[in-house]
């Protein structure tokens, strides 16, 4: 028997030989993509990237896969940008400030109170996300998509509503987001910059005690616990990106490239048309549980929105943020109600 199996194998080896030779059609190791998040696993966000994977792995019939690491397990903002760069990821869901390092115009929705409700953000975006788009590949990044994560609002542990309680405060902002940084000294108020990850035990620990995040984002990363106030006045429109490194990109045959553009074009537009109830319903729940929503008087507002602009001046004179893309921005958002969307 042993001997019959050597001239079987033989013959075996060299069809399959022939067939190669003869250009027969051979199965392809699969392309993953992967992926890494601060979004927790379960989550909104989680949930609406799954069903884009699994719909690439459907659409591509197994020749793309995306793998997921959710919750921070790769790493801050930084590793993550780091191991993209060393292709050990192919990609990260990254908010616009983590991504400021790599492309400086990628924060510009999130200049303080630069947009002012949702429907100026429609129609801004409309507009700027394909330029923002260019951008990013002109930095080495392709843009998957890009998501509103909402207005950012002032939230407490105790009452913020006058300027000697906000200079007082340990506030958090994000680890290298420079528009915050420089917004909240022009206040007077001197920041904590941490990277998210970390905020939830700064929070337990008392080393932060006022974080700047939306309702739904706040809920999401289980900040809610410890805060007890929300300064009603929204800071800025925070987006999340999702990107992949350009070179990881140009390795997908380009009718892979349309299958993937697709199913995160999806995710992002189903997660974009559910964010403003997802707000209104976390800070529901939050209020549920003991938030009180409080007012500053209308001279510390002004007082604030005009350090906000002096901010975004400042940015737009030193070129720190494209003039021309700033441009875009303040056309879209003065457009009539309705037009650009």
Not at 58 to 65: D, H, N, Y
Not at 219 to 239: E, I
Not at 285 to 307: F, H, N, Y
């Amino acid at each position: 028997m042993f001997a019959m199996k050597l001239p079987c194998k033989s013959l075996l080896a060299g069809l399959a030989f022939a067939l190669v030779a003869l250009g027969a059609p051979v199965a392809a190791q699969a392309q993953t993509i992967k992926i890494a998040t601060l979004a927790p696993d379960g989550s909104a966000w989680m949930k609406e990237l799954r069903v884009a994977a699994a719909e690439i792995k459907a659409g591509s019939q197994g020749r793309v896969e995306v793998k997921y690491y959710p919750g921070g397990v790769m790493g801050n903002d930084a590793v993550v940008l780091r191991k993209m760069r060393l292709g050990q990821l192919q990609g990260g869901v990254l908010t616009s400030s983590e991504l400021a390092a790599v492309y400086p115009d990628a924060p510009i929705y999130s200049l303080p109170f630069l947009l002012q409700d949702w429907d100026q953000v429609k129609r801004v975006r409309a507009q700027v996300d394909p330029l923002l788009a260019k951008g990013f590949e002109g930095k080495g990044l392709h843009m998957l998509g890009a998501t509103g994560i909402g207005f950012a609002y002032v939230m407490s542990t105790r009452p913020v509503h006058s300027r000697a309680e906000m200079v007082k405060s340990k506030l958090w902002i994000p680890q290298g987001d420079t528009i915050a940084d420089v917004t909240f000294r022009s206040g007077g108020v001197t920041p904590i910059p941490l990277p998210i990850g970390d905020v939830f035990t700064s929070l337990q620990t008392g080393l932060v005690d006022t974080v700047a995040n939306t309702p739904s984002g706040t809920v999401a990363l289980q900040w809610h616990g410890k805060l007890r106030y929300m300064l009603d006045l929204p800071l800025s429109y925070v987006v999340g990106f999702m990107v992949m490194d350009q070179k990881a990109w140009q390795k997908l045959a380009p009718a892979d490239q349309a299958i993937v553009t697709k199913a995160f074009a999806g995710a992002a537009a189903r997660m974009d048309a559910s964010i403003q109830r997802d707000d209104e319903s976390a800070l529901k729940a939050m209020q549920k549980q003991g938030l009180k929503v409080i007012s500053m008087d209308a001279a510390e507002t002004a007082r604030w929105r005009e350090i906000g602009a002096q901010v975004t001046r400042k940015l737009e004179s030193d070129k720190a943020i494209s003039p021309a893309l700033l441009a875009a921005v303040r056309r879209a958002a003065a457009a009539p109600a309705g037009k650009g969307r």
